[in-house]
């Protein structure tokens, strides 16, 4: 099944604390994407890739880190979370096509930390 | 700036059709794409508009006027499970991969 998973779907952390979410995508996808997602504010891009060991900032990479060394992977990492990064996280993978990429979204990490 | 504006709310009754209109002014334009996403889950895709007009999918079609940075969803004899947020999203500029997401539109379908 064609599929875009995300591991943990839930995390509850403390400030300060490492933390990774993975995101793996089994649809041989070029391109993969992470979203926060905050009432109010709708989905705001955080990081994206194009290919393997190519990534680029979205609206709001301040705080996280990503990393692409194989194409099915695109693990999101915050070094020293903070309260202001509790929210609904989205990994999304499409071809790379120019024109109707469809993004194919995860079901998402909802992370709290204290 | 970039900035995609969408109603924060509509109702309408099954079996009626409703439109969600879309505003956007972005620093360039390649492609305008409309998701649902019910709550508690993920965004799905449901349409895609590059050139100006309308672009038809069963019971939901998507309007776009480039000159005017304006869109809309239009859905068709409502169902229940029609019940859930629209979210529209712009790709601004060609080349680069970054998307800029409204707010969305919660809709409430009633019987």
């Known amino acids: 099944e064609a599929q875009v998973t995300q591991n943990p779907r839930y995390l509850i952390t403390v400030t300060g604390k490492k933390l990774t979410v993975t995101c793996s995508q089994n649809m041989n996808h070029e391109y993969m994407s992470w979203y926060r997602q905050d009432p109010g504010l709708g989905l705001r891009q955080i990081y994206y890739s194009m290919n393997v060991e190519v990534t680029d900032k979205g609206d709001v990479p301040e705080g996280y880190k990503v990393s692409r060394k194989e194409k099915r992977n695109f693990p999101l990492i915050l070094e020293s979370p903070s309260p202001n990064q509790t929210s609904l996280y989205f990994c999304?993978?499409?071809?790379?096509?120019?024109?109707?990429?469809?993004?194919?979204f995860g079901p998402g990490t909802r992370l709290t930390v204290l | 700036g970039q900035n995609i504006d969408q109603p924060t709310e509509m109702t309408a009754t099954e079996g009626a059709i409703v439109q969600i209109n879309c505003t956007y002014q972005?620093?360039?334009?390649?492609?305008l794409f409309w998701y649902q996403q019910h709550a508690g889950e993920a965004p799905t895709f449901l349409s895609y508009?590059?050139?100006?007009g309308l672009e038809e999918k069963g019971r939901f079609s998507s309007f776009l006027s480039r000159s005017k940075g304006y869109s809309y969803l239009l859905l068709k004899e409502l169902q229940m499970k029609d019940s859930a947020s629209y979210l529209c999203a712009v790709r601004p500029t060609s080349g680069t991969y970054k998307y800029i997401f409204g707010t969305g539109t919660r809709l409430k379908v009633l019987a």
């Open positions: 999304a993978s499409s071809i790379l096509a120019g024109g109707e990429d469809t993004q194919y």
């Open positions: 972005t620093s360039g334009f390649n492609g």
């Open positions: 508009n590059v050139l100006d």
